[in-house]
């Protein structure tokens, strides 16, 4: 059978430098708030090119305490709207609600699967104050455009990079794109980690220092709490662990977008859609390799039949979950058809080319 995705290989093929830290670790008898975590920081910092970075409790605490941050710091008000896709993991938008901002949906383009930047400037209105994109799929979004409707409005632009680690827009990573960046780092993402980790970049040193203590009881210093803040710190053995796989995210994402080019060059069957821009295939992490079809439930089968693992991601799209009922009677077609089309093929820095081979065949003859 051909996984999806491979964590234990992908995560053997560091074992001895990974296991080296985790017993330092271990022997250290320091498990938060160390060294670990600190090297770890710096060096996300230097890779992404910011100048802050600071470790969270996992993708969606990263969200949280930025949009968290701006409140305390008065930038946003509760009740403020905050532009978000209407076809993103359910994380980004639960980030938004939780801290009682108000989440605007809008519709991805069907060419990248992410925020319409063409579609933002109608849902502007006198409460908005950010703007969150999301870099769905690992696929970077951001323009020129988008950075002058944050500027003529003074919006903050707030990356969800969870899913696109190493991608860049004109050489400038994700995660510095914007204002401030979450990431995940949920054992599945480019970067994973042995359990749930997050992070946070950013230039803004003030916004940095207030998540360092929103995210830490709101405390800067032990016993005083200026913050009514909360638990969400990255422990020594994650970031242990995320430090030796950060030296190799670059290379492994290298051989996510050699898989990319091999498939979009070789997938050749008209019932399939393929990602549209294959020039842009190096920017890209390449997080998740999706197709479409209009006969998706089948094609998953047949390849399940053959011996491919597949995903759909995702399934639901938001404003049609339960958790969201008021959005339920919302039309956003263009999200409604990605959900009732896409497929995730495996791709991954461990897929062998015999397997990305076979993919394509048993694709082909679909
Ligand atoms: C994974 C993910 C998150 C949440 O990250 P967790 O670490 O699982 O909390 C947020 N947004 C997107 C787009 C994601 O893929």
Redesign the pocket.
């Known amino acids: 059978m051909i996984k999806f995705l491979d964590l234990q290989k992908i995560n053997l093929t560091h074992q001895a430098e990974i296991e080296e830290r985790l017993i330092a670790t271990f022997r250290s008898g320091w498990y938060l708030l160390g060294n670990e975590v600190k090297v770890f920081e710096e060096n996300l910092a230097k890779y992404t090119g910011s100048a802050f970075a600071i470790g969270v409790a ?6 949280r305490l930025i949009l968290r941050a701006y409140i305390e710091l008065g930038i946003f008000q509760k009740g403020d709207e905050i532009i978000v896709p209407a076809n ?2 359910i ?2 938008i639960l ?1 938004i609600s939780d801290n009682d901002l108000v989440p605007v949906l809008v519709e991805p383009s069907l060419e990248h699967y992410n925020i319409d930047i063409d579609k933002i400037e109608e849902k502007i209105t006198e409460k908005t104050k950010g703007i969150l994109i ?3 799929y690992g696929r970077v979004i951001f323009s020129e455009k988008l950075k002058e409707i944050s500027e003529k409005y003074q919006l903050k632009v707030i990356e ?1 990079n ?2 696109a680690i190493g991608a860049t827009w004109k050489g400038i990573k994700t995660g510095n794109l914007g204002d401030a960046a ?1 990431f ?3 054992p ?2 480019n970067l994973g980690a042995l359990g ?3 992070g946070i970049t950013t230039n803004d040193e003030a916004l940095a220092k207030t998540i360092r203590a929103l995210a830490n009881y709101g405390s800067n210093q032990k016993y005083v709490n200026i913050y009514q803040g909360l638990n969400s710190r990255l422990d020594e053995i994650q970031a242990a662990v995320l430090d030796v796989k950060l030296k190799y995210i670059d290379t492994e994402n290298d051989r996510r977008k050699e898989i990319a080019a091999i498939y979009i060059a070789e997938i050749k069957n008209p019932k399939i859609v393929l990602p549209e821009n294959p020039k842009d295939i190096a920017e890209h992490s390449w ?1 998740i390799f999706l197709i479409r079809s209009e006969d998706r439930e089948a094609l998953q089968k047949y390849l399940t039949d053959k011996g491919v693992q597949t995903l759909i991601h995702y399934p639901i799209p938001p404003h049609k979950q339960q958790a969201y009922k008021e959005w339920n009677d919302l039309s956003f077609p263009i999200t409604e058809q990605i959900h009732r089309e896409v497929l995730s093929l495996p791709i991954s820095p461990v897929m062998t080319d015999e397997e990305v081979l076979s993919v394509i065949q048993i694709i082909n003859e679909f």
Do not use: W
């Open positions: 996992n993708g969606l605490d990263a969200l993103t993991y994380a980004s980030a999301v870099h769905l969800d969870a899913q979450g995940s780092f949920y599945g993402k749930d980790a997050g997080h």
